[in-house]
């Protein structure tokens, strides 16, 4: 392996697991949802998903998103300016992801907070993270058949840049 193939292979590392923790989160968050819509009760293990999901939600993910906005996608559109609309695109959806979030975040927080709320609407959080989860899953499936695609025209700098910059916004390294 050549010394920038593992900044290349950071990278796709540092997405890849962004984009599974995604999931899992957005999933044990449907689950204590689904728990409160069907009459169940906030215990230890649902507490503990619901602070961990929030905090994942408010701070990884935005994270995840400088990640890709702030560092790879200039960088991406310096050398491949065709992929404009494709970065415009996935940037939106980022957008509207995480307007999303911000209502399974406050969601979460009411429930900690112990604000009682009713199973419709329980019921309705479920659905808003399916159709959240669907929509993620989607966007994911776009970026990774793009990112192959894009990666490759980086230059060996650019790469080595951007490993820089991702250690940097998360202190040196940690998640």
Avoid: C
Wanted: overall charge negative; glycine content about 8%; proline content about 3%.
């Amino acid at each position: 392996m050549r010394p920038d193939d593992a900044a290349a292979d950071f990278f796709v590392d540092k997405l890849a697991s962004s984009h599974e923790r995604h999931g899992v989160v957005l999933g044990e968050l449907g689950a204590v949802f689904r728990a409160l819509a069907g009459g169940g009760s906030v215990d230890d293990a649902a507490r503990r998903q619901l602070e961990d999901g929030a905090r994942y939600l408010s701070r990884s993910l935005p994270r995840h998103y400088a990640d890709e906005e702030a560092t790879f996608f200039p960088r991406v559109l310096a050398s491949a300016p065709d992929a404009a609309p494709q970065v415009e695109q996935l940037i939106r959806e980022h957008a509207e992801h995480t307007a999303a979030h911000a209502r399974v975040i406050a969601a979460a927080y009411d429930v900690l907070d112990g604000n009682d709320a009713s199973a419709a609407y329980y019921q309705g959080m479920v659905a808003h993270l399916e159709a959240l989860t669907a929509a993620a899953a989607e966007h994911i499936r776009l970026e990774d058949a793009w990112f192959a695609a894009w990666s490759s025209r980086l230059t060996d700098a650019q790469r080595t840049e951007m490993e820089t910059e991702f250690r940097n916004r998360r202190g040196g390294g940690r998640g």
